[in-house]
């Protein structure tokens, strides 16, 4: 059931042109390099803007159905009755032009939503999809705590793999769970897809004292290069997607993969160190998801005021990350002090970020 590679292509952070729109010329060059090398798989899902449409244009329609895999991914949070289950993936099916799914996912499962896919027999629907031939293989993303993963494998022990977020940073973090959830997937033998090896890019730039850490033991890998080696390591592993958004990235992933050396314990004692740096960094650890965005009803573009203020925390006091900060509050965005304290923002966050409080965290600086 498993692509050629461990790396894996998320095509939800794609590159934009200057109108704003998902750059079709450039995501095609990338998707060239990425099978070019050797590489099959590909994610998407329901609800990355424009993703499905440019799957179709940029992969489907360029290549033959048997010359790559993808996965799709069905979202509880849109479910209002049970029709939708089967209308949403139909619209997958027919906005990426293809008549299976190679891996179909209930998406980010958590303790918010999981009663709503029993609601609606989503797992009872993926494994009929299966037996039609619509699906390959079926699993679930996951972000919410181990109780809950020890209950969903027990309650649907017919998923074939599970998709956690893993990362060097997060492996021992209390909210994320990241070692229990792998163990766990690891007990009950289930395949495992990272996502978020690199922390939605949080773990691919470092304040220049603690990139030299990496780059003193090996100038010539990237910082996000050790990010992608770490989760390669671990046993169990399928494959690991990375969310690349240019061709540069898409170049480094690529040569870190094909020539995929795994670390070795001097490096792993390096890596231990930059975390301790790291966490000595206050900095809000959004992934840029942007979930948050659609239900806000300021309009806030919650995760570019967060990466504004991350700048600044990081590297210090600048005019760079206000003027972010001002590109981003205006043609009907919100400033972070708009904030209603609805809380609709947290109830999707598969981060549990407390947005609200880091708004007004965000606004003491800016909103001055």
């Given at each position: 059931m498993l692509s050629n590679s461990k790396l894996g292509f998320g095509l939800m952070r794609l590159p934009k042109d200057e109108s704003g729109n998902i750059d079709l010329q450039t995501v095609s060059k990338m998707v060239d390099k990425f099978i070019d090398s050797g590489f099959t798989y590909f994610d998407t899902a329901y609800i990355y803007e424009g993703s499905e449409e440019i799957t179709r244009k940029a992969l489907v329609n360029r290549y033959?159905?048997?010359?790559?895999?993808?996965?799709?991914?069905?979202?509880?949070?849109?479910?209002?009755?049970?029709?939708d289950v089967e209308r949403i993936f139909n619209e997958s099916l027919e906005r990426c032009g293809v008549d299976y799914f190679d891996y179909y996912l209930i998406h980010s499962v958590e303790e918010s939503n999981y009663d709503i896919y029993q609601k609606y027999n989503c797992f009872e629907f993926v494994t009929e999809m299966k037996k039609q031939g619509k699906v390959k293989h079926m699993g679930f993303s996951f972000h919410g705590s181990s109780n809950l993963l020890k209950r969903v494998l027990k309650d649907h022990p017919e998923v074939e793999f599970v998709q956690l977020q893993?990362?060097?940073?997060?492996?021992?973090?209390?909210?994320?769970?990241?070692?229990?959830?792998?163990?766990?997937?690891?007990?009950h033998n289930k395949p495992i897809i990272v996502m978020e090896p690199v922390k939605g890019g949080t773990l691919a730039s470092f304040p220049k004292e603690v990139e030299k850490m990496f780059k003193d033991y090996n100038p010539d890998k990237s910082i996000a290069s050790w990010a992608l080696r770490y989760v390669a390591s671990l046993d169990g592993i399928m494959t690991i997607l990375s969310g690349m958004s240019n061709e540069e990235q898409i170049d480094d992933n690529i040569n870190t993969f094909k020539n995929l050396v795994?670390?070795?314990?001097?490096?792993?004692?390096?890596?231990?160190?930059?975390?301790y740096e790291l966490n000595a960094y206050p900095i809000i650890n959004c992934t840029s998801c942007r979930y948050c965005i659609d239900g806000c009803p300021k309009s806030i573009l919650i995760p570019d005021l967060f990466k504004a203020y991350n700048g600044e925390l990081t590297y210090g006091k600048s005019p760079i990350y206000k003027d972010y900060y001002d590109e981003h509050v205006k043609d009907g965005h919100g400033k972070a002090s708009d904030c209603i304290e609805c809380g609709t923002c947290q109830d999707v966050c598969p981060q549990h970020l407390s947005i609200i409080e880091y708004l007004k965290d965000v606004s003491k600086v800016f909103d001055k």
């Open positions: 033959d159905r048997n010359l790559f895999t993808l996965a799709n991914k069905l979202p509880g949070w849109l479910l209002n009755k049970q029709e893993i990362n060097y940073l997060d492996w021992e973090d209390g909210l994320i769970e990241s070692r229990t959830n792998y163990e766990i997937a690891r007990e795994l670390l070795n314990n001097e490096e792993k004692e390096i890596i231990e160190k930059v975390k």
